[in-house]
């Protein structure tokens, strides 16, 4: 197995973040990958991976972490996910799981969530392999004209 390195985001890594998204998509992102990251990498108790190969960043993992959300006191949720296709199937997306949830665990949060469009199947079989199901929320969307 390669020796992948997994480590905290920071700022630094917005644009091979951008350059994921857009691998994974295949087609150019809209959204300002910089902002975002730099917000979260900012945060005293972040709880955000990248995995790195030869310096390469290669896969992250972002949680948000809210207080008094929903009727619990303390959760987190991620955000955004993803890893470079040509690194797909190697456990990367594992690692960074295992390090997010230690560390939040650390920080004394058990509850951690994440939505999956319905029709994104290999999503869905990643996440359930971490342990996730179906919970007592229910996702509400609005259109706002």
């Not at 990248?50 to 987190?76: C, N, P, Q, R, W």
């Not at 040509?86 to 690692?95: E, L, N, Q, T």
């Not at 390090?99 to 939040?104: G, K, Q, R």
Request: glycine share 10%; proline share 1%; hydrophobic share 40%.
């Amino acid at each position: 197995m390669e020796d992948f390195l997994i480590r905290r985001l920071e700022a630094r890594d917005a644009d091979a973040i951008t350059r994921i998204q857009g691998a994974i998509t295949k087609q150019p992102t809209t959204i300002d990958y910089q902002n975002v990251v730099e917000a979260e990498a900012g945060k005293e108790d972040r709880v955000s991976f990248v995995a790195e190969l030869d310096g390469e960043v290669v896969g992250y993992m972002i949680t948000y972490i809210i207080h008094g959300g929903f009727g619990l006191e303390k959760s987190a949720w991620i955000g955004l996910f993803g890893v470079d296709p040509k690194y797909m199937g190697r456990g990367i997306g594992k690692m960074m799981a295992r390090e997010v949830f230690e560390a939040l665990r650390k920080t004394g949060i058990r509850n951690v969530f994440t939505s999956v469009k319905w029709d994104s199947t290999d999503l869905l079989s990643f996440f359930k392999s971490l342990g996730f199901r179906r919970c007592d929320f229910i996702n509400l969307e609005k259109a706002i004209d």
